[in-house]
RNA sequence: CGGGGCGUAGCGCAGCCUGGUAGCGCACUCGGUUCGGGACCGAGGAGUCGGAGGUUCAAAUCCUCUCGCCCCGACCA
């Protein structure tokens, strides 16, 4: 198609809106992609909603290819869904809660496994009627705690969701893998940089599940992916590979209390004893939040114990202890607790129960805080029994771990993330509660065994970005650019206006989408308008290039190498063929 | 929810401390000169100073309350 400048809204600005702090925020802004309306909620101006669109397409397309089918079910959800299932109640304040008219009980669907779960159990009875694999493309709803990056975290946002449903478990894996391998083959099409990491299932249950990262600086997930095998995980879920156990020396030091005035930190004290961090516990007490044997919760503290120059993963000691939460302890618990100040926990003599990482157990003569404020203890061994811990993996992996899976010594290599993707394995966690039954072959009625499958899609859009820009403006890739060529003109008389027309009508022609800058304006200006809205292809007629019959053809991103600046003078009578070309790659 | 910051013209900001005619740049309108990387000159239009209440002869400015937005931390596509 084409889309003269002058007969749409395109409204790009100069200046940064203050509000925009990275950089597919900025760009998005100001090359009038989208606009704020509110806090996390923003409308998609022409151009943003030619790039959502286009990835809507990729996106359904591959879901058709793999076999799914699309529905659509509505955002305005009654309570009741949500109540057989408890998360009307477990879900909290992000669930976006409405009164109808009658006092009715509503909400604004943050997910949908509750509806298709029951879309499916009306419907489905038998085995023979599975698999099925239903997916929608639909605006969600989340009273994110705190929406950021524009549309990179909103709380109206656009998600394809999939359901998957099994006879069985061999069966809900084989839908897992077909989507993906669906899943690769979309963030590859749109031109997206990104890992497939291992990732903690949260509250949502079931033990399979992965994550697309899209990688980028600006991203909140922190990952670890080996340099040496396939290995990569969220830093949430990163195993860490287990410590090679050193021959124990022949003798250990004894027990020896020291007095470090006012060194609580590690750092501090690691200077003050002239020890390495790497041979102090770090210990850390954690308020545990358990369910008791009935509806009621229980809490205890419990010490956390890694190696001074290692991190706790909180989520590794939530599972660890199999707890609901886990939080740092107060200033007064840790008093309570140890009857010292904060700075000088440590797990000998201490009460309560101590969970140790397996890399702090094995270090020798440790130096850990003394429970009294102001003294640590050194030369504590864990191996002779010096005191009483259960060993468990509960620190937070980091760039230079070794391998967990192939065992490459330093392997771990960080990233920064974009959660572009996230696939489970639910198994019949909905299915069971919701009564969403089949029967087998042998007449016996089972639940359905099901997976989830989300791809956050106006997220896309600004990951896109993240990944394609530079100083000045958007290099979209070309499958999900708003338009495929800007075409500048820069005269408009009739001769110019003329062979703009014809070049545009025959790449139109061959299918090729054109933004033409028809506007009075400057050279200058119609450049940086280029550059900022970043369609792959540039294309300028001016009176120099009509005197050879002749059109300037430039790449938004060019192969590396050559010159930025470079451009090609192309016949007007071959620019239409050569430019689909280029488009079709 | 804890901490920090900001609401003044469409956008970016100054003015507030020390109350007294609301200002600058960009954008916009008109006229002219320009015309290959965000031109220049001249003239103009545009603001309930987020809202409510209070103090005062007088409030953008001081006080109280309120709404909105952004940023940093715990949650998630």
Same mark, same amino acid.
């Given at each position: 198609m084409i889309q003269r400048f002058t007969k749409g809204l395109l409204p790009t600005v100069k200046e940064t809106p203050a509000?925009? #702090?990275n950089a597919s925020h900025k760009l998005l802004l100001r090359g009038g992609f989208v606009r704020q309306v509110g806090a996390g909620i923003y409308n998609f101006l022409p151009l943003g909603l030619r790039v959502l669109r286009k990835i809507e397409n990729v996106v359904r397309q591959e879901m058709d290819r793999s076999g799914a089918q699309e529905v659509l079910m509505p955002a305005l959800l009654p309570a009741d869904y949500f109540r057989e299932t408890g998360r009307w109640d477990l879900? $909290?304040?992000v669930l976006l809660r409405i009164k109808d008219r009658k006092g009715g009980d509503y909400h604004l669907g943050p997910t949908h496994e509750e509806i298709v779960t029951d879309m499916v159990r009306r419907e489905v009875k038998s085995y023979?009627?599975?698999p099925l694999n239903l997916y929608q493309i639909q605006t969600k709803f989340r009273d994110e705690p705190r929406p950021r990056g524009g549309i990179m975290r909103g709380r109206e946002f656009t998600m394809k969701d999939a359901y998957s449903f099994d006879v069985d478990e061999a069966g809900a894996v084989t839908s897992y893998e077909t989507m993906r391998e669906a899943y690769k083959r979309i963030f590859t099409r749109l031109g997206l940089t990104f890992r497939i990491v291992q990732a =903690?299932? $949260?509250?949502?249950?079931?033990?399979t599940s992965a994550e697309f990262q899209i990688l980028a =600086?600006?991203?909140e997930d922190a990952i670890v992916a080996c340099t040496h095998c396939d290995y990569a995980a969220n830093v949430e879920a990163a195993e860490v590979a287990a410590p090679v156990a050193a021959? /124990?020396?022949?003798t250990l030091e004894a027990i020896t209390k020291v007095h470090t005035p006012g060194k609580g930190g590690i750092a501090d004290v690691a200077a003050f004893l002239k020890r390495?961090?790497?041979?102090f516990v770090k210990s850390l007490l954690y308020v545990v939040v358990k369910a008791g044997p009935g509806a009621e919760k229980t809490t205890e503290v419990v010490m956390a114990c890694v190696r001074g120059d290692h991190e706790v993963n909180e989520i590794k000691l939530q599972n660890a202890l199999g707890a609901l939460e886990v939080h740092l302890a107060s200033e007064a618990d840790v008093w309570k607790a140890t009857? *010292?100040?904060?700075?000088? *926990?440590?797990?000998?003599?201490?009460?309560g129960k101590v969970v140790v990482d397996r890399h702090a157990a094995v270090i020798v003569d440790a130096v850990t805080g003394?429970?009294? #404020? =102001?003294h640590h203890v050194t030369g504590v061994n864990f191996s002779r029994g010096d005191y009483q811990a259960v060993i468990a993996d509960l620190r937070q992996a980091a760039e230079g771990d070794d391998c /967990?899976?192939?065992? #490459?010594?330093?392997g771990f290599k960080a990233y920064k993330g974009i959660e572009g993707g996230h696939i489970f394995i639910l198994g019949t966690h909905y299915s069971s509660k919701m009564k969403c039954h089949f029967v087998d072959e042998k007449g016996a009625e089972k639940p359905i065994v099901m997976g989830c499958y989300g791809i956050g899609v106006s997220r896309l859009v600004a990951s896109a970005v993240e990944q394609h820009h530079d100083a000045d403006g958007i290099r979209w890739p070309m499958a999900i650019a708003p338009y495929h060529v800007y075409l500048c003109?820069? *005269?408009?008389?009739e001769a110019t206006t003329a062979a703009g027309q014809a070049l545009a009508s025959a790449l139109e022609a061959q299918g090729v989408d054109v933004l033409w =800058?028809?506007?009075?304006?400057?050279p200058g200006v119609k450049f940086k308008d280029a550059d900022l809205i970043g369609c792959p292809i540039r294309v300028t007629i001016g009176k120099k290039t009509l005197d050879q019959q002749a059109c300037e053809l430039k790449l938004?991103?060019? *192969?590396?190498? #050559?010159?930025?600046?470079a451009f090609e003078l192309v016949p007007l009578a071959d620019a239409a063929t050569r430019i689909a070309g280029l488009v079709r790659g």
């Open positions: 509000d925009a #702090t879900y $909290g304040d023979r009627q599975l =903690d299932s $949260g509250a949502i249950g079931g033990k =600086d600006s991203g021959a /124990p020396p022949a390495g961090a790497d041979q009857s *010292a100040k904060v700075g000088y *926990a440590g797990p000998v003599g201490f009460a003394a429970n009294e #404020t =102001d /967990p899976k192939c065992g #490459t010594k330093g003109t820069l *005269a408009n008389d =800058d028809d506007r009075d304006e400057r938004r991103n060019p *192969a590396p190498g #050559t010159d930025p600046k």
